[in-house]
């Protein structure tokens, strides 16, 4: 019996359908069983959603009314929907949107640059901006969650796997420390350090100074970035305990830059702490003027 | 489970103000309350006794008693429900009376609202606390005294006459360390070897004392309770137990080298022993200098040894001692004035030390009591002193060094005393400090008697070169200029840490304060406790101090130490931090959090471990912790989770907003219960959790408690400097800012989040501070 899959793009990049592809060999094994029914990078999607889906991953935040539409539509024929990658898991970068007003954003775009020498917002036949960025989870039902920018291909293809052995997939309940190679933090660094400066190798990055959101973060992509010098930059969204990703950084760092923490803008903090997770995190839900429907 | 709840009205003084009525109705509907029973008089003797029947008959196993403060009858609950078979666990306490009645008198129902509240929220959090196991660990009866000068000497004799062993490490090779070479001591004049001698000769022959001359501490880890040292007893080229003490092999040696128990200013041989009343009364071949070991040339001191003591091929020995306590007394070194660059002190040899000047003097010392100026031998006839080298100097230390003043005095009386009485002597000081027993009257009889000059100085003063002798040129506090020629001049320089106190501090886990010197855990009432459990300090490794001071806390540090032997053995209530380990990411960021240095990885490292012994619950460990996997066993994220909600959730009527203050339970807590004591009034909206520490709060946590529907958030800590775990209540204080910061930014008000740090005791102003923050709050919200 082959399983009748679909995959979707809403506010996103397409780096998670081409961390599909990246899964490789494994992904023409997954094939043999798989039916893609509905994929606009392979698959006419223009005619109406297909019936009796089994899986659909759904990549990209919901931005538009357009997104919103199709989710609710996809959530319809779906017996099992997987929010894919950080956009559609936690509302990803397009989420830092949300520390901006989104009309003001729109007539700036279509006012102010360069291109858009008209001077008009569209009205008529496109899709209009929702207020908020968003989050699959806070328009429909979601059944289970790979997050990651973009997520690991090993773990896509895992759970896959996993859903076609009819299983239900786990993600990890740790966080990145659990996976890092790096030696460990056993004091306070007393100063931070910027992205572009060089660690020293085989140390933990926390302990050197760079922000790293690793233990706040959850696991599962085998620490790819800070094995190899880069610090975690949070694309996982929080790890199972977490109250709140970014605030949990925060409060680490409190005792490492007291003062500096102390300042932080808002468009440093939400980038800063939480570059994948604003809009679904508990900063975001401080901020006012911000009505999620 | 079961919950009982006690309900106290205190003889009425708390139901004068509460509804005990509808108090009783609504602890009754409490989930899981299945026994509510109120008195007038639950802290007396007999209904206590009956609290431990009705515990027992209705087989309740958690306890709220709503009544005073935990701090005043505490323990007689604890007594009681331990009876019937209860830990500490499994009670906890709901403050009605200092922090709600008697705090909220013209307000009884808002006072009623707030004590259902704070009832609410003492059901819920002993629902979510665990029983405490108890664990013995036992203590080995040894104690190990690092540094054997007179503080260390002393703690030994104290503890060995006791019965108890004491391993004695001196990393010299002759005990008695600075006080052994002081020729006399002040305000007596007394000998100093004299004093230290016999002490030296009873460390040395001690049965319950095992001497451990020239042996550095290289590792100390702590198992359970003890402590396994690893010592490392350094080669000395001579067989001891073959060694007389002759000296021949010291008069002999070709090899000059630099006494440094003459700071210098004397040669040794390259076979020595330190001062001639050394003990052990052995020799000791300097490696460094020796030919025979840096060349394979000379061999002289062999060839003379009649003993047949000398060995070359000697090597390092290492053994490890498990001791139950240990004794820091690692003394100090003199300040090093060569940094100074005014006082040109390495390039003038007329310019030297207290210590280098004493050593001249001394009768016994290398020069046999001579005393000449060192550049050209005359006899000299003006001696000037300068106070204050190294001390009271914001390049170095803004301490006062406490002993130079009276070593000064000391020096210039011995040195008209024993060599010229027409010597002229100046001392130039900021101001003489003499506040010791009898030491205003030496410091009378120097200007009285021995017609020793006192002249006062500003911060300006140098030493310049006048025709091959120095001059101190100095201006006074009036800013007038002055200049002293002088044949020598003396520097009374500082007390600095000794060398490898930091190494050692590191070891050990004991805090060392801003001079470098080790951290007393209390400067006032626990000055010869460490914050490390089992350690403890004597002498001038806690800071500059004379000898009877010294001798005076070496005392208690032995009373301490062998009071820490004979109670520690008994179990411990295991009511620390602990870790979940499914949970648990081993990112390591609770390790420098915690002020007890309780906490490392497993052997995989793939989760943190709590060391039993010397965690101290403080919950810095929760705060910072990510993940939630750790914090104190009762005090842990669930039960502080519980508590919040059993404050905040709904169905309490009352007019009242509520404010949640989380205070610390050292010496804010104390504070809010004397304003309850002494009924000073503040609004009833504030209620109050008690932590062991605000370092305990995480800004997850202050935002966590806001989105429960807290109107606002108080952390009451500590002032900064006061915090009873180190960082606990600067980080409160930073968590607030980064909260207020993070609202602030998102748009709302920051005044939500307010932090009050002071003194203990300071019941009056924490009820003003208490209505102002209160105010702050309840502005914001335009009430």
């Not at chain 1, 100074?209 to 233990?215: K, R």
């Given at each position: 019996m082959t399983v009748r899959i679909a995959t979707m793009g809403m506010a996103g990049c397409s780096g998670c359908h081409i961390a599909l592809l990246d899964t490789g060999v494994a992904l023409l094994d997954l094939l043999k069983d798989v039916e893609l029914v509905y994929s606009y990078p392979v698959v006419d999607t223009k005619n109406p959603i297909p019936p009796n889906i089994d899986v659909a991953l759904i990549e990209g935040s919901i931005r538009t009314d357009h997104d919103q539409e199709m989710a609710k539509a996809m959530r319809k024929q779906t017996k099992f929907v997987i929010a894919f990658g950080a956009c559609s898991a936690h509302g990803g970068v397009n989420g830092l949107a949300n520390t901006f007003n989104a009309q003001e954003g729109v007539e700036y775009v279509y006012h102010k640059t360069i291109l858009m020498a008209q001077k008009v917002v569209p009205h008529e036949n496109v899709p209009q901006v929702l207020p908020a960025d968003l989050r699959l989870s806070d328009v429909v039902k979601v059944d289970f969650v790979i997050p990651g920018c973009p997520p690991h291909p090993d773990e896509i293809a895992k759970v896959i796997t996993t859903l076609l052995a009819g299983e239900t997939p786990q993600l990890s309940k740790k966080s990145i420390c659990d996976e890092c190679p790096l030696e460990r933090l056993t004091e306070i660094p007393d100063q931070l350090r910027r992205t572009h400066e060089i660690p020293e190798p085989e140390k933990c990055l926390l302990s050197q100074?760079?922000?790293?959101?690793?233990?706040a973060t959850r696991a599962g992509c085998n620490a790819e970035c800070t094995r190899r010098g880069m610090p975690c930059t949070g694309c996982r969204g929080p790890s199972e305990t977490v109250w709140d990703q970014g605030v949990a950084m925060l409060d680490a760092l409190a005792a490492m830059e007291e003062d500096q923490v102390a300042n932080f803008k808002l468009p440093r903090l939400a980038s800063t702490f939480a570059r994948y997770t604003y809009a679904s995190s508990k900063l975001d839900n401080l901020r006012k003027g911000v009505q999620k429907p | 489970m079961k919950i009982g709840v006690l309900l106290c009205n205190c003889g009425d003084t708390i139901s004068d103000t509460l509804d005990y009525e509808a108090l009783t109705t609504f602890t009754e509907t409490l989930p899981k309350v299945k026994h509510v029973e109120t008195r007038s008089d639950w802290c007396q003797h007999e209904p206590l006794q009956a609290l431990t029947q009705t515990l027992t008959k209705k087989k309740l196993d958690r306890l709220v008693v709503a009544a005073c403060s935990p701090h005043l009858f505490g323990p007689r609950f604890y007594q009681a429900t331990e009876e019937a078979g209860m830990t500490r666990g499994q009670i906890t306490f709901a403050n009605i009376r200092e922090h709600c009645a008697w705090v909220h008198q013209d307000n009884p129902q808002g006072a009623t609202a707030k004590a259902k509240r704070l009832i609410r929220a003492s059901v819920f959090r002993v629902a979510a606390q665990s029983p405490v196991a108890t664990k013995t660990f036992p203590v080995t009866q040894e104690v190990a005294v690092l540094g054997a000068g007179v503080a260390g000497i002393q703690a030994a004799i104290d503890l060995a006459d006791r019965g108890i062993k004491v391993h004695l490490v001196e990393k010299e090779p002759t005990i008695g360390g600075h006080m052994a070479v002081l020729n006399k001591t002040y305000p007596t004049l007394d000998c100093s070897i004299c004093i230290l001698g016999p002490k030296m000769a009873e460390a040395a022959t001690h049965p319950n004392i095992e001497l451990y001359p020239y042996t550095e501490l290289t590792d100390a880890k702590h198992i359970g309770k003890d402590w396994v040292l690893t010592l490392n007893k350094k080669?000395?080229?001579?067989d001891w137990d073959k060694c007389t003490g002759c000296m021949q092999c010291t008069e002999k040696c070709p090899t000059r080298v630099d006494d440094a128990w003459s700071w210098n200013v004397a040669k040794r041989r390259a076979i020595y022993m330190p001062f001639s009343q050394s003990v052990p009364r052995k020799v000791t071949i300097d490696a460094e200098y020796c030919k025979k070991l840096t060349n394979d040339k000379c061999g002289v001191c062999e060839k003379v040894c009649s003993a047949e003591a000398i060995a070359y091929d000697m090597k390092d020995e290492t053994v490890n001692v498990q001791v139950g306590s240990v004794i820091l007394a690692t003394g100090f070194k003199e300040f090093d004035p060569s940094v100074v660059p005014e006082l040109h002190y390495a390039e003038n040899p007329d310019v030297m030390t207290q210590m280098q000047f004493i050593r001249m003097m001394d009768s016994v010392g290398p020069f046999g009591g001579k005393l000449e100026v060192p550049s050209d031998g005359r006899k000299p006839e003006k001696i000037v002193m300068i106070q204050c080298v190294g001390s009271r100097d914001e390049r170095y230390s803004w301490q006062c060094s406490a002993y130079c003043c009276m070593a000064a005095i000391k020096h210039a009386e011995l040195a008209k005393l024993e060599y010229d009485p027409n010597l002229d002597i100046t001392i130039v000081a900021r101001d003489i400090r003499a506040g010791g027993k009898g030491f205003d009257e030496f410091y009378e009889r120097a200007k009285e008697e021995y017609n020793i000059h006192f002249e006062y100085r500003g911060d300006e003063l140098k030493v310049v070169q006048n025709n091959g002798k120095p001059a101190v040129k100095y201006t006074d506090p009036y800013g007038k200029a002055h200049s002293l020629p002088a044949d020598i001049v003396v520097l009374s320089c500082a007390m600095t840490p000794s060398p490898g106190t930091e190494e050692l501090a590191k070891m050990l886990g004991v805090p060392l304060g801003e001079l470098g010197f080790f951290e007393a855990q209390d400067e006032k009432v626990a000055l010869a406790r460490t914050n490390i459990n089992g350690v403890f300090l004597a002498g001038t490794c806690h800071g500059p101090k004379d000898i009877p001071e010294s001798v005076e806390q070496a005392g208690a540090a032995a009373e301490e130490s062998s009071v820490w032997l004979s109670t520690q053995s008994v179990s411990k209530e295991l009511d620390v931090a602990v870790v979940n380990k499914d949970v648990c990411t081993a990112c390591g960021l609770c390790i420098p959090s915690c002020p007890s240095q309780a906490i490392s990885f497993n052997e995989s490292k793939d989760c943190v471990i709590v060391d039993e012994v010397r965690c101290q619950a403080c919950g810095e460990c929760m705060a910072t912790c990510p993940v939630d996997a750790i914090g104190p066993l009762n005090v842990n994220p669930v039960v502080l989770d519980a508590a919040i909600n059993g404050l905040l959730s709904n169905s309490v009527e009352g007019p009242e907003s509520v404010i949640v203050g989380f205070a610390c339970s050292e010496c804010m807590y104390r504070a809010i219960d004397e304003a309850g004591e002494e009924r000073l009034q503040y609004p009833a909206d504030l209620h109050l959790l008690e932590v062991p520490c605000t370092g305990s709060i995480s800004t997850p946590k202050i935002l966590k408690t806001l989105e429960a529907g807290a109107d606002g958030v108080i952390l009451f800590a500590c002032a900064s400097d006061l915090c009873h775990y180190g960082r606990g209540s600067r980080m409160a204080n930073s968590r607030a800012q980064v909260v207020r910061n993070v609202i602030r930014q998102s748009g709302g008000d920051p005044a939500a989040v307010q932090v009050v740090q002071m003194i203990g005791r300071e019941a009056k102003e924490f009820a003003a501070t208490a209505q102002k923050a209160v105010d702050a709050i309840k502005g914001r919200n335009g009430g």
């Open positions: 100074g760079f922000l790293c959101m690793g233990p | 080669a000395t080229y001579v």
